[in-house]
T-cell receptor, first 114, second 116 residues
Framework: EAAVTQSPRNKVAVTGGKVTLSCNQT?????MYWYRQDTGHGLRLIHYSYGAGSTEKGDIPDGYKASRPSQENFSLILELATPSQTSVYFC?????????????FGAGTRLSVL | QQKVQQSPESLSVPEGGMASLNCTSS?????YFWWYRQHSGEGPKALMSIFSDGDKKEGRFTAHLNKASLHVSLHIRDSQPRDSALYFCAASEPHLPGTGSNRLTFGKGTKFSLIP
């Protein structure tokens, strides 16, 4: 099964600080995604990428940047963290064309912004 | 308006019972539908996909799609303790026309549990 590794698993940050969440996949998938999960909202797409060097805005990109320096790595960057960004963040990868893209999720990063 | 709406928010059935989860989309750009399952403390995992009208069965799980009404359902028979989880419906749409790549939009989820 596809392996997606997120780091760190838990993070406490201060308001106004910079936070970088990292994601690594070893399955040579083209597509990678960042979602956040909040009670009452389900999973919401922040940024995604369809290959090294590309990033696209998802449904809730404000306050977040993304970076895809290589096929394997996809980072989510919070330049100025705010308490509203306290959430569980999931990275996923997938590689299928035509709509049948099975996403493989990491175990998640729990972020608390104080 | 949420593009993918799920109901009910929570559902409890006795062990061995049958459960039905529902999902409706408001966007006809969606071409494929998925069910994902998430156990506590883990990331979601794909359960099954469906893109043709009618039923698709995988073991104790059956998905049903009605494209005309953009309604998809998931039926779980002979519910087992390991089925207790958060179930997400997701809909897929192309995000770069001509590239073949797509993006998923998830619903808010249905929390499914067994009655002890």
């Amino acid at each position: 099964e596809a392996a997606v590794t997120q780091s760190p698993r838990n993070k406490v940050a201060v308001t106004g600080g910079k936070v970088t969440l990292s994601c690594n996949q070893t399955n040579n998938h083209n597509n990678m995604y960042w979602y956040r999960q909040d009670t009452g909202h389900g999973l919401r797409l922040i940024h995604y990428s369809y290959g090294a060097g590309s990033t696209e805005k998802g449904d809730i990109p404000d306050g977040y940047k993304a970076s895809r320096p290589s096929q394997e790595n996809f980072s989510l960057i919070l330049e100025l963290a705010t308490p509203s960004q306290t959430s569980v963040y999931f990275c996923a990868s997938g590689d299928a064309w035509g709509g049948l893209d099975t996403l493989y999720f990491g175990a998640g990063t729990r972020l608390s912004v104080l | 308006q949420q593009k993918v709406q799920q109901s009910p928010e929570s559902l409890s059935v006795p062990e061995g019972g049958m459960a039905s989860l529902n999902c409706t989309s408001s966007d006809r750009n969606f071409q494929y539908f998925w069910w994902y399952r998430q156990h506590s403390g883990e990331g979601p995992k794909a359960l099954m996909s469906i893109f043709s009208d009618g039923d698709k069965k995988e073991g104790r799980f059956t998905a049903h799609l009605n494209k005309a009404s953009l309604h998809v359902s998931l039926h779980i028979r002979d519910s087992q303790p390991r089925d207790s989880a958060l179930y997400f419906c997701a809909a897929s749409e192309p995000h770069l026309p001509g590239t073949g790549s797509n993006r998923l939009t998830f619903g808010k989820g249905t929390k499914f549990s067994l009655i002890p």
